[in-house]
């Protein structure tokens, strides 16, 4: 049985409810201090402001750790962000006798090489820093098993799978709900417009539409599946082999098939 905890939190993450609610007795809310405003002016180059900004943050959450929280047994904590929660949790556990959990959901380098050239030296020195890290860990976990074995494979990290289990606050969505967000979307996207010519705007989208004040799925509208996947189009097709996980092949090839059975149907 857990005995207490605290959950550190970054500014402008808003933590569940269920933690919110129970933050009292033996489970403990730690919101950190925001970035001074000269850390975040844009007059500063970019890469300086990065270098700052993780100097700045390890030196807060090495010092919030040692001294704002009682010393706990384990340390765990959700990658990314990587840097620099994962030297800063590293050396707390050296100075006080804990065991660092890495809970990897993706690789940081791999995110921070969507907003800088792949080959740029920030990308070398994040992935070197996280494999360094990660193996000096005490126990690993990880969503996916294909990343378990890119984890293994690559930087020598044995880890344990945990899938994750969607919390009470996911359930179906109401068709009400879905027509709001669809005449949202269709004025950003004309993919989720009406192809129809008679269709009143703000009554009928590509999926839904109203009839005497009812809300109904029409029954020509396009398939349409959410991914929840990382994978965005900068990473791209000839990169799914390198991040498997993020692998959409599988499910671009069945869209395929379905379309060809419906077409014979």
């Not at 943050?57 to 040692?66: R, V």
């Not at 417009?193 to 004040?213: H, L, P, Q, W």
């Not at 959410?226 to 671009?252: F, M, N, Q, R, V």
């Amino acid at each position: 049985d857990l005995e207490e905890s605290t959950s550190c939190i970054f500014p402008g993450s808003k933590p569940l409810e269920q933690l919110r609610e129970h933050s009292s007795g033996n489970v403990h809310l730690l919101t950190l201090g925001e970035l001074p405003w000269l850390l975040q002016a844009r007059f500063i180059p970019s890469l300086l402001r990065y270098v700052l900004k993780a100097l700045y943050q390890h030196m807060q959450l090495l010092l919030t750790l040692l001294f704002l929280t009682r010393r706990p047994a384990h340390f765990l904590l959700q990658s990314p962000p990587a840097i620099p929660m994962l030297s800063s949790v590293w050396l707390v556990c050296l100075l006080t006798g804990s065991r660092m959990i890495i809970d990897w959901h993706n690789y940081g380098f791999s995110i921070l090489q969507l907003a800088v050239k792949p080959n740029h030296p920030l990308v070398f020195i994040s992935k070197w820093y996280e494999r360094f890290f990660g193996r000096l860990a005490a126990t690993n976990i990880c969503v996916t098993k294909a990343m378990r074995e890119d984890l293994a494979d690559n930087w020598g990290i044995r880890a344990i799978t945990m899938y994750d289990r969607p919390p009470a606050m996911f359930k179906p969505t109401s068709i009400e709900n879905r027509h709001e967000l669809f005449l949202r979307l269709s004025t950003q996207h004309s993919v989720f417009k009406s192809e129809s010519s008679s269709a009143m705007i703000g009554v009928e989208t590509a999926f839904t539409k109203e009839n005497d004040g009812n809300i109904e799925l029409k029954s020509d509208r396009p398939f349409l599946i959410i991914s929840s996947t990382s994978w965005t189009a900068k990473i791209g097709i000839s990169s799914w082999e390198k991040y498997p996980w993020c692998d959409l092949s599988i499910t671009y090839d069945h869209l395929l098939m379905l379309r060809q059975s419906s077409l014979i149907q």
